[in-house]
RNA sequence: UCCCGAGUAGCUCAGCUGGUAGAGCAGCCGGCUGUUAACCGGCGGGUCGGGGGUUCGAGUCCCUCCUCGGGAGCCA
């Protein structure tokens, strides 16, 4: 029995007989000459087989193959530059593992509601290969960013029985005799008691959210990594979110250059995403936005048109900071050069891909926050815990959350964000 | 929740001011020794999203419901 290799190994063994499994992505063939391209997740090989040099049963298997059947080949390999990938087999044997008929998702065009009705099967295609690969780069790229600065993992629980903050809906479920639960739409209120034990520390997890919105910046469920550092500005903040998402580009430049070439990315504009990262207030970006325009007015938060404007032109992400408090959550501290605002920061992608951090810092002061909980109309007994932070030995700190799935589709440059999670929780999906 | 848009062959779509449905691809059969979404020839394939109405006649016009897509709001 020949030894199986993965596809990836096969440049290493060029020269000798090896056996490889996969699923069949295509077949052609020509008379008295036949091909197979394969793919098992390491990368895709093509099989070749000649009619006159194989037995007529084996011939009859190679010519009968299916899309995505799983099979078993068995030849040499060989370098030969007309294949793609380099490598070749000459396929002196073949047998079927799984077979497959009648495969749905054809080398055709396809509709995404179609598509998205078949995910499971979608996920087998190269473009959402490419991109589930982007998304684990992301992620190793985050969790190597907050360990290499010494920032220690902490998961905050999913299951929450206070309102996490005081905008948005939330998913609620029964929770044995203590009523309602909610699944969480941030860490943050949790992390900041760990921040208080750990100094630097971040969640990364699901985050829920049952808005009913129905564009293509929106999931129900997504993933969120929130960093909160004690003794951090909201000027340290926006530093590390700058250092953080250059870091996450340049890797993914780095490591992933074949899948962003899939996706025809144009890598120049993410060679253009280095620190430092323009910052405007938000009472500057008030002026200017009207001078084009616009018809906002200060203390109200910028529609989808104002955020494009902000962006326009612009090849890095921009901060905007400081916005009104009364556009903003309750926790975040209030600015003392300007009462009217708050401490924080939204961080707009480029490219018209919207907002992928928000962040601040936090109401350290007890009194100003309670009055902030009173004034929202918030359960202020759900608070009792983290108003102790404020109780004992109170610190200066911030923190922000930046959307994995929106920092998927910049980055990979994709108009949606549905493709960039294996199976997306839509207001309209929940199959598969 | 609101505002637009779309449901016609397995898929992607065309079908004009109403006259009883069409293309490309996929599938199947045949041909071709180097294909890259292969190519060439042939064949089968439809309750036009559901219901109601107008009309001699509805894929087409009207009403209604359903499903989906995009946007707004909200946010990551």
Known sequence: MLTRHWISELPAHVGQRVAVHGWVMTTRSSGRIAFVVVRDGTGSLQGVIGKADVAPEVWERFTSLTQEACVRLEGSARADARSPGGVELSV???????????????????????????RHLWLRSRRQIAIMRVRDEIIKAIRDFFYDRGFALVDTPILTGSIGESAGTLFETEYFDLGKAYLAQTGQLYLESACAALGKVYC????????????????????????????????????????????????????????????????????????????VSYTEAVAQLRTKGSSIEWGSDFGAEDESRLVEGRDKPVFIFNYP????????????????????????????????????????????????????????????????????????HSGFGLGVERTVAWVTGSPHIREMIAFPRMMYRLYP
């Open 92 to 118: 002196t044997d073949l047998s079927v593992l799984g077979s497959s008929a009648d495969f749905p998702i054809t080398p055709k065009e396809h509709g995404t509601a179609f598509l998205m009705e078949r």
């Open 204 to 279: 990364f997890g699901p985050t829920f959210r049952a808005e009913k919105s129905k564009t293509r910046r929106h999931l129900t469920e997504f993933w969120m990594v929130e960093p909160e550092v004690a003794f951090s500005t909201s000027d340290d903040n926006m530093r590390l979110q700058e250092e953080f998402i250059a870091y996450i580009v340049a890797r993914v430049l780095d490591r992933r250059k074949e899948e962003l070439k899939e996706l025809e990315r144009d890598t120049s504009k993410l060679e253009a995403i280095t620190a430092p990262f323009p910052r």
């Open 325 to 396: 408090k009364s556009a903003k959550a309750f926790y975040m501290k209030e600015n003392p050069d300007d009462p009217r605002t708050v401490l924080c920061n939204d961080c707009l992608a480029p490219e018209g891909y919207g907002e992928i951090i928000g962040g601040s810092q936090r109401e350290d002061d007890h009194d100003k926050l309670l009055a902030r909980i009173r004034h929202d109309g918030l359960a202020e007994e759900a608070y009792g815990w983290y108003l102790d932070l404020r109780r004992y030995g109170t610190f200066v």
